[in-house]
């Protein structure tokens, strides 16, 4: 089989390696697709570090082409589309076993799975073999639409995570593709959605997605902004999608009394930021972490696009062929697109 192998950094190369044998409860997956996360856009970098060889790709659609012996064939059979969900969860910890696998306590990016030559979470191999748990059936899209549910079921748990209600004022910063996701999923639960990017062109996309304001925070003060849109309450919840440190400390201006605050994203660098503990404690803010999804945002996201009910043809970038793996990564890495897809088929 192929498989797009990490050597180095800004080095990825095509390898043959041999295809993996199913057995026992393992389904072997045949990858029709799989989008380049900005993880894996950092693996390239050099940002987030990992042990060469290394096999990366964790937005995943495919297609059964075996079942072990022991697979329920009631449930399951060879030709069933499917997304491969997050195949790094232990399933065993304390976490895991109370419905938070999105924390596993042992949640390995560099774990070695099964029938892979390398390390690594292996979406980017043309055959991957995983346990039934980790694969969830969709249907009515493209494998390029469908391997972008993995994001989609992230975004629902943060937005759940905050629990967004009806009229909830909710600001969003940062227009990349989980911005918009987010603005998707916060519009549809019936809040009054702004968005704040930079990016004029993603300010009007947001807009066409449900926003009620964009904006832009290098042209006006972004908390007087949203002052001014609130009435003065400001947003019952901030998510901030942004990697970008001094973005934190900008929430704070842009929150209400008893709100919150979702830092969905990582932070590059990871530097400390400065908070008022008697301005949390006052004014009753929360102030929350999420990252991952679990099997209930899997199974939702599958649904809510196999039913049109979410729609992610507009965050399909660039579509390449896995032959021109490396010119799919430099281009991804240029960080001016949603999702640069690498096809199989």
């Keep these: 089989m192929k498989t797009a192998v990490f050597t180095g950094i800004r080095k990825v190369e095509l390898q043959e390696c041999e295809t993996p044998h199913v057995s026992g409860n393992k389904v072997l997956v045949k990858v029709n697709s799989c989008a380049i996360c900005t993880w894996e856009q950092r693996v390239y970098t050099g940002v987030n570090k990992v042990e060469f060889p290394f096999i990366g790709g964790h937005e995943i659609a495919g297609e059964i082409a075996a079942l072990g012996e022991n697979v329920n064939k009631i449930e399951w059979g060879v030709g ?49 073999l995983v346990s039934p748990d980790c694969i969830f059936k969709y249907k009515n899209v493209t494998p390029n639409e469908a391997c972008i549910i993995e994001p ?25 593709i989980m911005g918009l996701i987010h603005t ?12 704040s990017d930079v990016n004029e062109a993603r300010l009007e996309l947001a807009k066409k997605l449900g926003a009620i304001c964009t904006i832009n925070p290098a042209k006006i003060d972004l908390s007087e902004a949203v002052k001014d849109i609130t009435g003065g ?13 001094t973005v934190v400390q900008d929430t704070f201006g842009c929150v209400s009394n008893a709100g919150k605050i979702v830092l969905y994203s990582s932070i590059h660098p990871a530097e400390p930021v400065l908070f008022d503990p008697n301005w949390v404690h006052g004014k009753s803010i929360q102030i929350l972490g999420t990252a991952n999804s679990n099997d209930r945002d899997f199974m939702r996201a599958a649904q809510m696009v196999s039913e049109h009910v979410i729609d992610l043809k507009p965050f399909i970038s660039e579509i390449y062929p896995i032959e021109k793996i490396e010119k799919a990564f430099e281009s991804a890495a240029k960080a001016d697109k949603f999702r640069v897809v690498v096809n199989f088929s």
Excluded: W
């Design 80 to 128: 069933d589309k499917v997304v491969v969900g997050a195949t790094l969860q232990c399933r065993n910890c304390y976490y895991c076993k109370t419905g938070n696998s999105q924390s596993c306590e042992h949640f390995d990016h560099s774990a070695h799975l099964e029938g892979l030559p390398y390390k690594g979470m292996g979406g980017l191999s043309e055959y991957l």
């Design 233 to 245: 309450i400001k947003a019952q919840v901030v998510f901030d999608t942004t990697p970008i440190p």
């Design 184 to 195: 998707i999923l916060c519009q549809k639960r019936g809040a009054a959605v702004i968005v």
């Design 152 to 176: 989609l079921s992230c975004v629902i748990h943060s937005v759940e995570t905050a629990n967004v209600q009806m009229g909830d004022f909710v600001l969003i910063i940062g227009c990349g």
